[in-house]
């Protein structure tokens, strides 16, 4: 690989599995990721998802880093119209002191949930209009100065915890430029408007304080095995637990009514959404890889590992370190 590898755990939740469990798998993916030499690991902000463990986003970054030693532990990313600026600063400064120097803070303004779910956060419908002022608000209480007088996050002031825009539109593009932050784009799941919004970035980018020339983190899925077949098999299973996920009410289907409504137009939908992943062999995922950052034009990919069992996640973690010789990349901030 010609540029660093990143993960996105999304703590995954596996048929059978506890949240429990979830958190030990994280913590032995983290732990092995530390010596395989991958840059950083995300954890995203998701609500009312059976499978996925990381809703309370900042605690499990806690739990990880306090297991760890030098890998780089962030949000990727906190929905930051659910909370008030000044709750998100003191909670990542609090990461930060107590872990100088590995705490990244990716921001996001979707829900990361349902209509209903976003009432049960007391989430205002229109909270996300004031997302570029949040994120401006949250940037005062880290670096300086506060834009509330009077009002300072302890702890948190001076911390200088690196912000990271996180979009799947064109909105965010802007306004990373604009602010000039990173921008990491969510093309494993929201894949239509990468390239677009990657140009308008590069193009717009302001040097700020934090970032002196662009940088695109871009998202992609992966799932790497010792066989192609098994890796397909395996991308399978992800996409039927998807099928449950987001058409299941809370039920789960079996695998034959999953792979029905696969073959249906909303699961031809669905399936697209996870257009940009590389399944396979090692040299297979790898050249997928290489290509996709040419055609994303990134500075750095951030991997979601789909396998729903803990043990092949770190197997395709494992076989991506191990063919992108990604230990010999290395690490800087961004």
Do not use: C
């Not at 302001?206 to 991308?235: G, K, T, W, Y």
């Not at 991997?303 to 191990?322: C, F, G, N, P």
């Amino acid at each position: 690989m010609t540029v660093p590898l990143s993960i996105l755990d999304l703590a995954i939740i596996g048929k059978g599995q506890t949240a429990a469990e979830s958190f030990a798998g994280s913590v032995a993916m983290a732990q092995r990721a530390e010596e395989l030499g991958y840059r950083r690991i995300w954890y995203a902000e998701h609500h009312n998802m059976s499978s996925i463990a990381s809703s309370a986003t900042s605690v499990l970054i806690a739990h990880i880093a306090a297991q760890t030693k030098t890998i780089r532990l962030g949000a990727g990313g906190v929905m930051l119209p659910n909370h008030a600026p000044l709750t998100i600063a003191e909670q990542f400064g609090t990461l930060e002191t107590l872990h100088p120097g590995r705490i990244d803070l990716g921001l996001g303004r979707a829900p990361g949930s349902d209509q209903n779910t976003m009432r049960a956060l007391r989430r205002d419908p229109m909270s996300a209009d004031s997302f570029p002022q949040d994120v401006l608000e949250l940037q005062g209480y880290l670096t300086g100065p506060t834009r509330i007088p009077g009002v300072e996050a302890t702890p948190g002031k001076g911390t200088n915890v690196p912000l990271y825009i996180l979009g799947s539109s064109l909105f965010g593009a802007r306004l990373a430029a604009q602010l000039g932050l990173p921008y990491a784009f969510a093309s494993h799941f929201a894949p239509n408007a990468l390239q677009d919004a990657v140009a308008i970035y590069r193009r717009e980018f302001r040097p700020s304080e934090q970032l002196d020339a662009p940088h695109v983190i871009a998202a992609v899925n992966v799932i790497a095995a010792d066989s192609a077949a098994d890796a397909q098999e395996m991308f399978q299973a992800t996409k039927r637990a998807r099928v449950s996920l987001f058409f299941g009410n809370g039920r789960v289907f079996s695998d034959d009514e999953a792979d029905m409504i696969l073959d249906s137009p909303q699961g031809q939908h669905m399936a697209q959404m996870m257009k940009y992943s590389a399944i396979g062999t090692p040299v297979a995922v790898l050249e997928y890889l290489e290509e996709f950052t040419r055609h994303a034009d990134a500075d750095e990919l951030i991997v979601a590992h789909q396998s729903a069992a803990v043990a092949d996640r770190l197997r395709s973690v494992e076989l991506l370190a191990e063919v992108a010789g990604i230990a010999d990349l290395a690490p800087r901030r961004a």
